[in-house]
Nanobody, 117 residues
C-alpha cells in the first residue's frame, strides 16, 4: 500500500512564499507521476503541477512562472516551491502519485495554504 504524507502548508501574506513537501512510502513503481492538486472552497479540484519520474513537468497558466515542482527519486519525495503567492492560491493542496502502467492513483491527506491580502 502506498502512503503519501504532506507538509509545509500554512498562512502567508500575498507576495510571500511557501514550500510544500510530500513523501511517498510503500510499493512504488519507478515509472510514476507525482503532482500537486488544489481545491479551493466551492471550486473543483485542479492540477497545480506535475512531474514525471524522468523530470518532465507540467503547469497550468495560473501558476506558471510562480510555482516550481521538483522531486528526489531516491527519497520518493516531491516538492512544490510557491512564490509570489496570491489570495486566489488559497486552497487545500493535495499530493498525488499516479502509476501509469496500473492506472492507480494515491492521494495525500491535504495541507491548507492560506494567502492573506
Amino acid at each position: 500500500q502506498v502512503q503519501l504524507v504532506e507538509s509545509g502548508g500554512g498562512l502567508v501574506q500575498a507576495g510571500g512564499s511557501l514550500r510544500l513537501s510530500c513523501g511517498a512510502s510503500g510499493s512504488i513503481s519507478r515509472n510514476n507521476v507525482m503532482g500537486w492538486y488544489r481545491r479551493a472552497p466551492e471550486k473543483q479540484r485542479e492540477l497545480v503541477a506535475s512531474i514525471t519520474s524522468g523530470g518532465g513537468t507540467n503547469y497550468p497558466d495560473s501558476v506558471k512562472g510562480r510555482f516550481t515542482i521538483a522531486r528526489d527519486n531516491a527519497k520518493n519525495t516531491v516538492y512544490l516551491q510557491m512564490n509570489s503567492l496570491k489570495p486566489e492560491d488559497t486552497a487545500v493542496y493535495y499530493c498525488n502519485l499516479f502509476l501509469p502502467f496500473t492506472r492507480e492513483s494515491y492521494w495525500g491527506q491535504g495541507t491548507q495554504v492560506t494567502v492573506s491580502s
